[in-house]
Antibody, heavy 125, light 110 residues
Framework: EVQLVESGGDLVKPGRSLRLSCTAS????????MSWFRQAPGKGLEWVGF??????????EYAASVQGRFTISRDDSKSIAYLQMNSLKTEDTAVYFC????????????????WGQGTLVTVSS | QSVLTQPPSVSGAPGQKVTISCTGS?????????VHWYQQVPGTAPKLLIY???NRPSGVPDRFSGSRSGTSASLAISGLQAEDEADYYC??????????FGGGTKLTVL
């Protein structure tokens, strides 16, 4: 059974950093791109970024709203994807989800097959 | 303001059919990029409902169907059931923004 479990969410002050983890099981982690999303309270889904699998270079793409502050990485030996969040702002408050990502190298298109249950990040002084 | 435009809400009685629209532009849906749909029951994780315009993952009932034409796409749900009450999001690729979502549509089963 495919499982994604996010962890690391916390209450942090503006300007601080936080690292989230997404622990995967039930599939060959190294074969898939992995994505992060967020959902602010009462709001819709917002894509944060994704990291391609190693066969496709392991490169990353980010939403403009987090570019330069957030970094996605992966440890295929542990089946974990990470989201390093720096210089946090109050508007980063949200539930953060990870997902298995189907990536089409020919066009760059992606869609999101399975999602974890999310972890809450609250940025407040 | 979401790049893809969805109606904020739709409703229907049990057994009826509803349609949710998703309107984009020439840099996403209009460029023939695929459209995907997700269902999210409030308080839970999103779930892939339709991928590549009109394909259902294993386990998704055939009451759910998708289509795409021009700069728009639609999700149709026939034979409405109480368990279909949820938020629905469309998603596509955008040549500038990479991943774009609609703002979500709340489906109420009357």
């Amino acid at each position: 059974e495919v499982q994604l479990v996010e962890s690391g969410g916390d209450l942090v002050k503006p300007g601080r950093s936080l690292r989230l983890s997404c622990t995967a099981s039930g599939f060959t982690f190294g074969d898939y791109a992995m994505s992060w999303f967020r959902q602010a309270p009462g709001k819709g889904l917002e894509w944060v970024g994704f990291i391609r699998s190693k066969p496709y270079g392991g490169t990353r793409e980010y939403a403009a709203s987090v570019q330069g502050r957030f970094t996605i990485s992966r440890d295929d030996s542990k089946s974990i994807a990470y989201l390093q969040m720096n210089s946090l702002k109050t508007e980063d408050t949200a539930v953060y989800f990870c997902s298995i990502t189907q990536y089409y190298d020919s066009s760059g298109e992606v869609y999101f097959q399975h999602w974890g249950q999310g972890t809450l990040v609250t940025v407040s002084s | 303001q979401s790049v893809l435009t969805q109606p904020p809400s739709v409703s229907g009685a049990p057994g009826q059919k509803v349609t949710i629209s998703c309107t984009g532009s020439s840099s996403n849906i209009g460029a023939a990029y695929e459209v995907h749909w997700y269902q999210q029951v409030p308080g839970t994780a999103p779930k892939l409902l339709i991928y590549a315009n009109n394909n259902r993952p294993s386990g998704v009932p055939d009451r759910f169907s998708g289509s795409r034409s021009g700069t728009s796409a639609s999700l149709a749900i026939s034979g409405l059931q109480a368990e279909d009450e949820a938020d629905y999001y469309c998603q596509s690729y955008d040549s500038s923004l990479i991943v774009v979502f609609g703002g979500g549509t709340k489906l109420t089963v009357l």
